[in-house]
């Protein structure tokens, strides 16, 4: 994939399939270690042992659907090209976690791309998941939770075009600022 975010896009969406209420992903720069570590973290259905060694297997899926399965996979791959490394633990009936180790000075590195559009998407589509995102760089951290989103909102929906509109450019301007960019201003 071209960036990061689609990649994490796509593990969400398997722990949305797994049945998961509680999303989480944490997503931490290290500047001098040149390095950034990604998990996603899911309350899922989880999968039996034989199915999580599996996983990685670009030939094995548990759809039905299609005969291949490359979201993980490819997010493996991605993390071990840059010298990094990945680890896959799911327990059934507790959830999986995935934590993937990138090295950012590695020339195979990706990006980690638009972090806003895929957690506005994610939130705006699965209203009643609950997504809990953690971005840190160095000693700055941001963190979002789309159930404080829900609960400030009230009575109007998560996917109104105005409110994915404002978690994507909200997403976008906290990760800036914790990179010690400028803020975005208001349109």
Same mark, same amino acid.
Request: aromatic content about 6%; hydrophobic content about 40%; overall charge negative.
């Given at each position: +994939?071209?960036? =990061? ?16 209420? %509680? ?9 001098? &270690?040149?390095? +950034? ?7 899922? &259905? ?16 548990? &759809? ?16 071990? +090209? ?5 680890? =896959? ?32 998407? =994610? ?32 009575? =109007?929906? %998560? ?29």
């Amino acid at each position: +994939m071209l960036e =990061l975010s689609l990649n994490i896009l796509d593990i969400a969406q398997n722990s949305i399939a797994a049945g998961a209420n %509680l999303i989480k992903i944490s997503i931490e720069e290290d500047k001098l &270690r040149q390095s +950034m570590q990604v998990k996603v973290e899911d309350n899922g &259905r989880g999968m039996p042992r034989q199915t999580a060694e599996n996983a990685t297997d670009p030939f094995f899926t548990s &759809r039905t659907t299609r005969k291949v399965g490359l979201g993980i996979p490819l997010f493996k791959m991605a993390a071990e +090209m840059t010298g990094g490394s990945f680890k =896959l633990e799911s327990q059934e009936g507790k959830g999986t976690k995935i934590t993937a180790l990138f090295k950012t000075d590695s020339l195979d590195f990706v990006p980690l791309g638009d972090m806003g559009s895929s957690l506005s998407l =994610l939130i705006s589509m699965n209203p009643n998941i609950n997504f809990e995102y953690c971005h840190k760089v160095g000693k700055k951290t941001f963190e979002l939770k789309s159930k404080d989103i829900s609960n400030i909102l009230g009575d =109007l929906p %998560l996917n109104l075009p105005e409110v994915t509109d404002w978690i994507s450019q909200y997403v976008a301007q906290e990760i800036a600022i914790i990179h010690g960019g400028v803020e975005y201003e208001d349109n």
